[in-house]
């Protein structure tokens, strides 16, 4: 069997693909492995490069990779894309991770460790809770404008929207 020097691997929840290549660039093997079997099917595996498409569990997976003593590149799957040859299943997927891997001028993304995505998780469910406040805000603002009966105050100094808009259905304020 010829030496794998590059090892595409599609990430999924329970079976994962994996094509691997020589270095010419020969398909050497195409497998499925489940979740359980991969760190064992690695580890008999020589020192190479192992590609996948970055996602939350590639850094996970990366990690545990590493510590095998595997070069691992993780991808963006934008950058992947173009070299799918057809439909898109997971054995495609690995020989497209594989194949973009061994491009020169690959952009990679950098392996995060546990406390860089614990940081961005808390980032993520900011803008997440920043977005929902908004939408409400949204929302209220159309509640208002239905009960003053669509009309608002044309001055400045109330914000456009005052209480003698609504009650009294004016154009103008009367506040002092």
């Known amino acids: ?32 492995l489940r979740r359980d079997q991969l760190l064992g099917w690695s580890a008999a595996l020589a ?10 569990g ?6 545990e990779l590493v510590r095998q003593g595997h070069t691992v590149r993780i991808m963006a799957a934008e950058f992947v894309q173009p070299f799918r ?3 898109k299943y997971d054995a495609n997927d690995a020989e497209a991770i594989c194949t973009a891997a061994r491009q020169a001028n690959m952009r990679f993304v950098a392996m ?6 614990a940081a961005l998780c808390v980032h993520r469910l900011r803008q997440g809770l920043v977005e929902e406040r908004t939408a ?27 209480p003698a808009v609504r009650i009294q259905k004016m154009r103008a304020c009367r506040r002092p």
């Open 47 to 56: 020192p190479c490069v192992i590609a996948m498409e970055a996602c939350g």
């Open 1 to 32: 069997m010829d030496k794998i020097t590059t090892v595409g691997l599609n990430l999924a929840k329970q079976v994962m693909a994996v094509h691997a290549v020589d270095a010419p660039g020969r398909p050497v093997m195409r497998k499925a």
């Open 112 to 117: 995060k460790s546990i406390e860089q995505q």
């Open 85 to 87: 040859k057809s439909g």
């Open 58 to 63: 590639a850094h996970h997976w990366a990690r």
């Open 136 to 162: 409400l805000i949204n929302q209220l603002r159309i509640v208002d404008r239905v009960r003053s009966g669509g009309r608002r105050c044309r001055r400045r100094s109330c914000g456009g929207n005052c």
